[in-house]
């Protein structure tokens, strides 16, 4: 299928951050998601994909990358301040990726303390070894891991994927999981009760919560503070004053209520000239 776009950037929406089980062949991503592989390629304003298996392959691809989202209306009210302004306008085409949840949570537990490609190698080496197999376009691909597969799993098995201390993490979330947590139960929480929800699983922090939040249950006031924006925030907010990471968070709901994840979306884009 072809799409037009208006403002839409596959590459920096797929490999900002948000997704990390992909795989680029050429000028293709393949990204598997929610029991998919979604085939996908940008050429100026046009974007052709194709799905496996091609079941409501346009409402696949249009949930998961949301390249149709607007959030100029939204973020033009933050404009006075020029860093957010030049953030926009240099990364205007990244959008907010909905992730399926229990897939979201694993590879956000996997991010602690950790880097994109690390992230990527671990995710993808979880799809290899526990997820199924499927053929399309005359490739191999691996699904990512039911919660049982994972729940199943002993340490001796994950080692391969080189987690770290983050296996007890997994294994945990995939045993509540499969026991029975129900991430749609969450959906219906105000954002405080969900994150709260989310915390009661083994080693999940306020970070990895609010990436769940963010990017797979749609609370647009989630402010993910990593190391980047808890520098950024520093530096746009605090006259470079270090600041607990629980601090910046309320501070930035505070200032920006619901309109936080799309500020937090620009501000991370453009970290490496803010921070």
Not at 47 to 68: C, G, S, V, W
Not at 237 to 258: C, D, L, M, T, W
Request: some cysteine.
């Amino acid at each position: 299928m072809k799409i037009k776009v208006q403002n839409f950037n596959l590459k920096e929406t797929v490999e900002g951050g948000q997704i990390f089980n992909y795989h680029l062949f050429g000028e293709w991503h393949y990204i598997i998601h929610s029991k998919s592989v979604v085939k996908i390629r940008q050429i100026g304003k046009t974007i052709e994909f194709e799905t496996h298996p091609k079941k409501n392959n346009a409402k696949l691809a249009r949930e998961l990358l949301n390249f149709d989202a607007n959030y100029l209306p939204t973020i033009r009210k933050y404009f006075k301040n020029r860093k957010i302004l030049a953030s926009y306008e240099k990364y205007s085409g990244v959008k907010i990726a909905k992730l399926e949840p229990w897939e979201c949570l694993i590879g956000f537990i996997c991010s602690q303390m950790n880097n994109m490609a690390r992230i990527r190698k671990m995710v993808l080496c979880l799809s290899l070894k526990f997820g199924k197999e499927v053929k399309f376009d005359g490739k191999k691909f691996h699904l990512f891991p039911e919660p049982k597969a994972l729940a199943l799993a002993t340490a001796d098995q994950l080692k391969a994927c080189g987690l770290g201390y983050r296996e007890y993490y997994i294994i945990s979330a995939a045993r509540a999981v499969n026991a029975g947590f129900d991430f749609s139960k969450l959906k219906r929480m105000d954002y405080l009760h969900a994150k709260r929800g989310l915390m009661m699983l083994p080693g999940i922090g306020e970070k990895v919560a609010d990436c769940v939040l963010l990017f797979s249950l749609g609370f647009t006031q989630a402010f993910p503070v990593d190391v980047w924006i808890k520098r950024v925030m520093e530096n746009l907010y605090f006259n470079g004053k270090k600041v607990p990471e629980s601090k910046i968070g309320e501070f930035a709901r505070k200032k920006f209520g619901k309109d936080a994840a799309i500020v937090h979306e620009f501000l991370f884009a453009n970290r490496e000239n803010l921070g």
